[in-house]
């Protein structure tokens, strides 16, 4: 072959084919020769580039390499880019379609000339893409990365190190004790490192986009609990905004006072500070991520001087001042003292907790932003549990130094100072430490010491202005890491569209997607809290929504990994799916013993939005552990049933439909919709005749591919075109008729079937459809209405079918519909061949052509026709013509039917066959059978004239349906009968209609009772005669059409497989 070439010059780009190989093999390519050492040689490598290197250098993603495997010039390595098609808005480059391998070599041959003939069509399909050059464009302006530690440990670190931290962390050890704030804080850690251990897990178990722990969650559980949950975990974080924006309010209104600066009171000055504050956040969020991110290192800078500075300070000796206010260095009394919990009235543990674990929210705070992180599987684990750890350690080591070296209670008045020895009547601590603060204890006035003062830290450090500014840093680097991740999740929650009115949110800005709207809907919300101004009442609002996160969190993790779906494959291997089970329990324990009125508010919001979603059932697929559960539990019950044997109690109709596509039979669908619905297996079996010997170009036929489509392979061959390109073919029609299935309420399985004929495709469908039990035990075809019209060998192949039923011990029904079940004509489809075997494949490019299977779907969802079988039916009758004794089927489906809502008014009448002398004998007997058998059918009629001869002119119109099938003995000259049998299986000889005369005359006359009795049913149900071996197929027909004659409402013939579906024993 050499090298073969193909240059364009629109646009500097140029497509050649070129025979690169590996070091140490030839270059040179022959397909007709080999090496003389007998290896094969290396297939060429296909490469996409431009001509302008400036420009490949510039747009490295326009140079592509195309390399094949050992078998085949067209089957490609394994490659990245084939897989980047499971991504959300992604596109990816396609690999060889199985049926492009399979291609014969003189086309792969001929493919490959009409690409280098056509390569200036490629070029510009390729080239003039818009998504294309958008995506170049982006690349031109790359948006700002993040790594794990200013990305994750960072940011994780400082919403941990929030205003609980300063404000509130030494009235914690004043109520609990510094023992029990250290189990606090160890029980905080312990779900927080539990939920981070789920984070890294879920994280690394394939590529997470924006979204955080919602993306996570959703994509984990599915749409129905991470809809719930990403609504409410971004209200949360705006909540959280809120929470640190208040806390830094009350320093600044606390410095406003010792400056002697009053705005309004002490109440509306923390509103104002925080509306603005919160304002000039928004400011700051509005900048950028980059912007954000330099204010969040400033702050953590500011963090660290602020710790040292309060550490330095705790080894520094007090003066006479701080002593005065309770701070006496490191004492051992002090530190005993401290040990054990001294709460005030109303106070205890839990409520303690409740106001520290807002503390602990942060550790999603890494995770919210994923979007934004240069390799979120290893930033979020790595980063997320840094933080933790360091976080825990400063809160300890905090919470031992300050109960080291604070008082409860002290005064701050530099006059209470012991003078002598003397401490008869002293209170307190303080006594020992040659202060008095007796009066203040117990006149309760007491304004310093650990359960007073929230400015504790300032005090001991040994510069109170830097405790100041890390408390600055500390609350504005919170509210500005929540008010940034609220509006990222919330957008991740709009893109999906799971819940209404809220895609206004979704839109984003700049080259990082910035959702602006999502921002100024969470500022909104932040400043409507920030104005209650209570910052305990938030800090428990927030506790459980955080704590109902990190239970689904670990649920979610727990779950994915006891379902053991193949798809669950973690990079992060230090987890366990117990402890993910632990940590979801213990998150809801404790939801209930910190709020439990706020907890049963939380449960009501999720059960709410979860019931909208399940209710409305979103049109995604993402994979979800629920998915991989849900074939769990089918497989184990299926393979659990499959042991048990059969009893009749259990006996349910489970039934094959032949209804071709279901749209095009509606009614044929209701009706068995209608007793196997919550009851039985349905499933609808759609056999289409081909007579080509590959089916192949039926196929395409079928599939209605445009023009284009052979142009389109041979591009797809060598992997010119893109997803996107090939999702212009229309979709596989099984995917839209199980739309229509679902839309219209039928709970049925859809399987299509490739046959040369309808006998051949029903056989097989009996024998290979279900599964273990879970398998037809019922065929129910349509009536053959133009079996009159049609030839010969359609009818025999019918009847044939309904033969190898009952060959097969299948039951049998077979509906037939007054103005017949098709509907095509109305909405103007293509007959199905499995059910008009008479057209014939030649005669298909005569007929107008197909609309496309987007059309029809369009069609056919808008286009729901109602049935029969959907309408209220009110008190009408269903007749049972109970003539044979099958087992019991023909009775129970009208039973079946009754349960149903739009047939539950309609009366059942049984008719039996019975003579005039013991009528009312026969008539109680069978009364008292159907009560032993618990079926409410009281109204039994007795046919005792069913043995009369018919009317003449019936008879007559018997004769006339089966002439054309008459066989007369004249025509029998010199042909033996099994020889006509065997070459026309459906005529019928005179000696065969006088054979089965007598029976013909039963079923004309039963078809005179039915119309007398029946002409105002709304549903009537026959016994299907068994068919003979030696009866004709046209015979046997036209008893079919005698017995369902002249009837203006659906009549079913039924027949079971003579085994009992009824008992009336209770074992």
């Known amino acids: 072959m050499g090298k073969i070439q193909s240059k364009q010059e629109h646009r500097g780009t140029c497509v050649h084919f070129t025979t690169q190989g590996p070091p140490g093999y030839s270059p040179d390519f022959d397909a007709s020769h080999q090496h003389q050492d007998g290896n094969l040689q290396i297939p060429p490598t296909i490469v996409i580039s431009d001509v302008d290197s400036s420009l490949s250098e510039n747009r490295g993603s326009n140079l592509e390499l195309r390399r094949s495997s050992f078998y085949s010039t067209l089957d490609l390595v394994p490659q990245l880019d084939h897989y980047t098609s499971t991504l959300p808005h992604q596109s990816s480059r396609s690999r060889p379609s199985l049926e492009a391998l399979r291609k014969a070599f003189d086309e792969v041959e001929a493919g490959s000339e009409v690409a280098n003939t056509t390569m200036d069509s490629v070029s510009s399909l390729i080239i003039n893409d818009s998504e294309y050059e958008e995506s170049q464009a982006r690349q031109e302006k790359a948006p700002v990365r993040f790594g794990w530690v200013s990305g994750v440990m960072m940011r994780c670190m400082l919403n941990i190190w929030g205003v609980i931290l300063f404000l509130r962390l030494s009235f914690i050890i004043s109520q609990a004790g510094i023992l029990r704030t250290c189990l606090i804080i160890l029980m905080s850690v312990t779900v927080t490192s539990v939920t981070a251990l789920s984070i890294s897990a879920i994280a690394t178990n394939g ?46 209104r606390d410095l406003m006072k010792d400056l002697g600066v009053v705005i309004v009171d002490s109440d509306n000055d923390v509103r104002i500070v925080g509306v603005i504050t919160v304002t000039v956040l928004l400011f700051i969020s509005l900048a950028g991520m980059e912007w954000e991110s330099k204010a969040q290192i400033v702050f953590f800078i500011v963090l660290l001087v602020s710790f040292s500075n309060y550490f330095v300070g705790t080894i520094i000796p007090p003066s006479q001042e701080k002593q005065a206010q309770g701070i006496f260095g490191y004492n051992r009394e002090i530190f005993i003292s401290n040990l054990e919990p001294h709460y005030g009235p109303g106070i205890d543990f839990f409520q303690m907790f409740a106001i520290f674990f807002p503390s602990a929210i942060g550790i999603l705070s890494g995770a919210n932003i994923s979007g934004d992180l240069k390799d979120p599987a290893t930033a979020i684990p790595k980063g997320t549990l840094m933080a933790i750890f360091w976080t825990t350690i400063s809160y300890l080591a905090i919470s031992l130094t300050i109960g080291s070296c604070v008082i409860r209670d002290a005064s701050g008045n530099i006059t209470d100072i012991l003078i002598g020895n003397t401490t008869d009547g002293c209170v307190g601590l303080g006594c020992n430490m040659g202060w008095n603060f007796t009066e203040c204890i117990k006149e309760k006035t007491c304004q310093y010491g650990l359960a007073n003062n929230s400015k504790v830290l300032g005090q001991v450090s040994g510069f109170y202005y830097l405790i100041t500014a890390g408390v600055f840093a500390a609350s504005l680097s919170s509210a500005l890491g929540f008010l940034v991740s609220a509006p990222k999740v919330f957008q991740c929650l709009c893109r999906d569209k799971i819940y209404p009115y809220i895609g206004f949110f979704a ?62 494959r973690p990079s992060f291997h230090y ?35 979860f ?73 609808c079996g759609d056999i289409i005749m081909v007579s080509h010997p590959v089916p192949t170009a039926l196929l395409q036929k079928f599939m209605s591919l445009n023009t284009l489509r052979s142009y389109l392979e041979i591009l797809l061959i060598f992997g010119l075109l893109q997803e996107h390109e090939r999702q212009t073919r229309p979709q596989d029609p099984t995917v839209w008729l199980v739309k229509w299935m679902k839309k219209r309420k039928v709970r049925s399985f859809y399987t299509p079937f490739t046959a040369d ?26 009536f053959k209405t133009d079996w009159r019209e049609s030839s010969p060998e359609s009818i025999e192949d019918y009847i044939s079918t309904i033969y190898d039923t009952f060959d097969s011990n299948y039951c049998l029904c077979i509906l037939r519909m007054m103005d017949g079940l098709d509907v095509f004509d109305q909405f103007d489809y293509e007959v199905n061949y499995g059910f008009d075997p008479d057209r014939s494949l030649e005669n298909e490019s005569q007929s107008p052509e197909r609309g496309s299977v987007d059309d029809i779907s369009t069609k056919a969802d808008s286009d729901q026709m109602e049935t029969v079988f959907q309408k209220d039916q009110g008190k009408k009758t269903i007749d049972v013509y109970w003539i044979a004794d099958d087992g019991g089927l023909t009775l129970l489906v009208p039973y079946l039917l009754t349960r149903r809502k739009r047939w539950h008014s309609c009366k059942v009448r049984v008719f039996i066959v019975g003579d005039e002398q013991n009528m009312e004998e026969g008539r109680n007997e069978m009364i008292a059978l159907l009560k032993r058998f618990r079926l409410d059918f009281n109204d039994v009629i007795v046919m005792t004239d069913s043995e009369k001869r018919p009317q003449a002119k019936n008879l007559s119109r018997f004769v006339d349906s089966v002439a054309p099938f008459r066989l007369h003995d004249e025509q029998q000259e010199d042909i033996s009968h099994e020889d006509l049998r065997q070459s026309a299986p459906w ?13 013909t005359e039963r079923i004309v006359r039963l078809n005179e009772i039915i119309r007398r009795n029946s002409q105002h049913a709304a549903l009537v149900i026959v016994s299907l005669p068994v068919p003979q071996s030696d009866c004709p197929s046209a015979l046997y027909m036209a008893w079919l059409e005698t017995l369902t004659f002249g009837l203006h409402c659906p009549t079913v013939l039924i027949r079971g497989n003579q085994q009992n579906c009824l008992t009336f024993y209770c074992q």
């Open 507 to 568: 839109k984003g800005y700049g080259k990082n997607d910035e959702p602006l709207r999502a921002y100024i809907l969470c500022y909104i919300i932040a400043v409507a809290f920030i104005l209650i101004g209570k910052l305990d009442i938030i800090a428990a609002l927030i506790s459980n929504f955080f704590l109902c996160s990190y239970s689904l969190i670990n649920f979610s993790c727990f779950h994915a990994s006891i379902t053991n779906s193949p798809g669950w």
């Open 611 to 683: 019931g909208y979603v399940n209710y409305n059932k979103p049109q995604v697929n993402w994979g979800s552990s629920v998915q991989a559960g849900t074939y769990n539990l089918a497989l184990s019950y299926s393979v659990s049933l499959y042991g048990v044997e059969d009893h009749v109690k259990n006996f349910r109709p489970q039934c094959l439909v032949l209804t071709g596509p279901p749209h095009q039979r509606p009614a044929l669908v209701d009706f068995v919709d209608s007793f196997t619905k919550h009851i039985g297996l349905m499933i």
């Open 207 to 252: 590529r997470v986009i924006s979204g955080g722990a919602y993306f996570m969650i959703s994509r984990s559980l599915g749409p129905e609990i991470g809809g719930p949950i990403g609504m409410v975990f971004s209200f949360a974080n705006a909540l959280a905004c809120a929470l640190n924006t208040v806390g830094f309010a009350e320093v600044v």
């Open 987 to 999: 005529n019928i000889s005179d000696k065969e209609f006088e054979a089965f005369k007598p029976k």
């Open 757 to 782: 004929s309808l006998r051949s495709g029903a056989r097989n469908l009996m024998q290979a459809s279900g599964l273990g039990k879970l398998k037809p035990n019922t065929l129910v075809l349509g």
């Open 575 to 609: 987890y366990s799916k117990w402890t993910a089970l632990f940590g979801a329990l213990i998150s809801v324990v404790l939801m209930f013993l910190l709020n439990w009125p706020a907890a049963l508010f939380t449960f009501c919001i999720i059960f709410f939005l």
